[in-house]
């Protein structure tokens, strides 16, 4: 073999080295370098639903409208609930009109026990002279007249103390019903400033689906508010890929819609996904799939990663369910 001859197969062995090389360093860069093009736009939703129910009666919002928080979205109709708050009124001045019919009740059930007390002691005091004489000056049919008044000025003046109790049940009663009207009022107002529903949060009204004239009930949401600084990134990363990555991590969020990177970070892993091919029988036993497939792929596991608000270009368009390339710069400390 002549020196040409070997300079080719050189050259040619260098050259399928290389190549075999470079085959291998791409082949472990997309098994194991944390980067994937399955990255999801996810936001926090606010499900917007009205806490009272009745019509609408003015809606302040269009959809995909940018609103901020305590903005009006849409009212209810606040008549009835106007005339709820009066009633409310209305009870609650009459609750208090009688806490004080009772306590002037307890003055005049303490004023009549004071009296009879005193015409007890009075009699009492008699019925001991009476008792004390002895002899002919007074008979005994007038000592058993002053015991007996006394006695029965007795009587008087526990049923004056016993009706004084029951003055004060009545107004710690009435003073109950006071409460209780006042928390119904509150109630009452409540509900009357919940018929103005407003935004929660500063975001993007979504899927508006109330018009003017509907009947909102309460609970039932109405429209989606996404919240405009609740957006983060969802990247499914291959199991094999998992052991690159760490919370804190820096990332580089590539949209498909084109822009420039947005900078963001590893908030979390997930710590579980669902087994397919393991599921629940009827009877509450392990469904094992008696088959078993030889090419196995590598399992996506969710990544949850935050988005540098602070440092996304400015005019940056982000919308729920954009597709994104998610790569990883793992930190060498």
Do not use: C
């Amino acid at each position: 073999m002549n020196t040409r001859s070997i300079a080719r197969f050189s050259l040619t062995a260098v050259v399928v080295l290389i190549a075999a090389l470079l085959a291998h360093a791409m082949w472990r860069h997309y098994m194991y370098s944390p980067w994937t093009r399955d990255g999801r736009v996810r936001a926090e939703v606010v499900r917007i639903a009205p806490d009272v129910s009745g019509l609408v009666t003015r809606v302040a919002v269009r959809d995909n409208q940018a609103v901020k928080q305590g903005d009006l979205l849409f009212e209810i109709d606040a008549m009835r609930y106007r005339n709820a708050v009066a009633q409310a009124q209305a009870n609650l001045a009459a609750a208090e009109a009688a806490a004080r019919a009772a306590g002037a009740g307890i003055n005049a059930a303490a004023a009549g026990a004071a009296e009879r007390k005193a015409n007890f002691e009075m009699y009492q005091a008699q019925s001991a002279r009476r008792q004390r004489i002895q002899g002919q000056i007074i008979s005994a049919e007038e000592q058993a007249n002053a015991a007996a008044a006394a006695n029965a000025a007795l009587a008087g003046w526990n049923q004056a103390r016993a009706s004084g109790k029951e003055a004060g049940a009545s107004r710690e009663k009435a003073l109950a019903a006071v409460e209780q009207a006042r928390a119904a009022l509150e109630a009452a107002r409540l509900d009357l400033a919940r018929t103005q529903v407003r935004a929660p949060v500063d975001g993007y009204v979504t899927n508006l689906d109330v018009r003017r004239g509907d009947y909102a009930g309460a609970g039932a949401a109405r429209l989606a508010l996404i919240d405009r600084h609740a957006f983060w990134i969802a990247g499914y990363f291959e199991e094999t890929k998992l052991a690159a990555l760490r919370v804190g991590d820096p990332v580089e969020i590539r949209l498909m819609s084109g822009g420039p990177a947005l900078p963001g970070r590893v908030e979390s892993i997930a710590r579980g996904i669902s087994d397919r091919d393991n599921p629940t029988g009827a009877d509450l036993l392990a469904d094992v799939n008696p088959t078993y497939n030889w090419v196995r792929l590598a399992q996506r596991v969710p990544v949850r990663i935050g988005i540098d608000e602070a440092r996304m270009p400015a005019g940056t368009l982000l919308a729920a369910g954009m597709t994104a390339t998610v790569v990883v710069h793992p930190r060498r400390d």
